[in-house]
Nanobody
Framework: QMQFEESGGGLVQAGGSLRLACAAS????????MGWFRQAPGKEREFVAD????????SYAESVKGRFTISRDNAKKTVFLQMKNLKPDDTAVYYC???????????????WGQGTQVNVSS
């Protein structure tokens, strides 16, 4: 099992930016893909972005493509999500998690952390 601590959320106006961070602990971080997910009030948790174990491959949900960038620092066991041009629809609790493989993380493998709240005002 890995554990995750997300940070960096907050309140921002539409068009603004935030950078989220997820510090992981437990098993070998650098061997697995990592993903970001989000859950808006009254909705299911959804995939946002993932990154392969060395960072060479990334993928994004259509709704965030071109606005969000995922990256990772294996030495610090941390994955980041740079969010630009934020929209009110991006309002959600954001979570990170490990994937089942080294390449993709579109489904979370471990228990979820507390997440970090992002609120985007119009």
């Amino acid at each position: 099992q890995m554990q995750f601590e997300e940070s960096g959320g907050g309140l921002v106006q539409a068009g603004g930016s935030l950078r989220l961070a997820c510090a992981a602990s437990g098993e070998t971080f650098s061997s697995y893909a990592m993903g970001w997910f989000r859950q808006a009030p009254g909705k299911e948790r959804e995939f946002v972005a993932d990154i392969s174990y060395r960072g060479g491959q990334t993928s994004y949900a259509e709704s965030v493509k071109g606005r969000f960038t995922i990256s990772r620092d294996n030495a610090k066991k941390t994955v980041f999500l740079q969010m630009k041009n934020l929209k009110p629809d991006d309002t959600a609790v954001y979570y990170c998690n490990r994937g089942f493989t080294a390449v993709t993380a579109k489904v979370g493998r471990d228990s979820w952390g507390q997440g970090t709240q992002v609120n985007v005002s119009s």
